[in-house]
Nanobody
Framework: QVQLVESGGGLVQAGGSLRLSCAAS????????MGWFRQAPGKEREFVAA?????LYADSVKGRFTVSRDHAKNTIYLQMNSLKPEDTAVYYC????????????????WGQGTQVTVSS
């Protein structure tokens, strides 16, 4: 089994920054794709960014958010800059091991989420 541990959420004013981390522990495979999703109150979960053999970003965050990866630690990060109130959501990380591509990935491990709140 794999455990995803998230950290870095919190409260920040508009224009500020936060960095989220998601580390996978337990039995993992050498290659993996990991991604970030978010769900705002009353809305459906949406894709944010992913890291694997390449990176992928949703249009809504491209240019503001940066996903990075520490392969040895099975960890991904989401650097969020120029935060807007509309970025307020619970952010989830997800992983799929044995897969490197970030395109068309069906993630089978999910974290419990970390709250990001951006105030005006």
């Amino acid at each position: 089994q794999v455990q995803l541990v998230e950290s870095g959420g919190g409260l920040v004013q508009a224009g500020g920054s936060l960095r989220l981390s998601c580390a996978a522990s337990g039995r993992t495979f050498g290659n993996y794709a990991m991604g970030w999703f978010r769900q705002a109150p009353g809305k459906e979960r949406e894709f944010v960014a992913a890291s694997g053999s390449s990176t992928l970003y949703a249009d809504s965050v491209k240019g503001r958010f940066t996903v990075s990866r520490d392969h040895a630690k099975n960890t991904i990060y989401l650097q969020m800059n120029s935060l807007k109130p509309e970025d307020t959501a619970v952010y989830y990380c997800a992983a799929r091991f044995g897969v490197a591509s970030v395109i068309g990935v069906v993630y089978n491990y999910w974290g419990q989420g970390t709250q990001v709140t951006v105030s005006s």
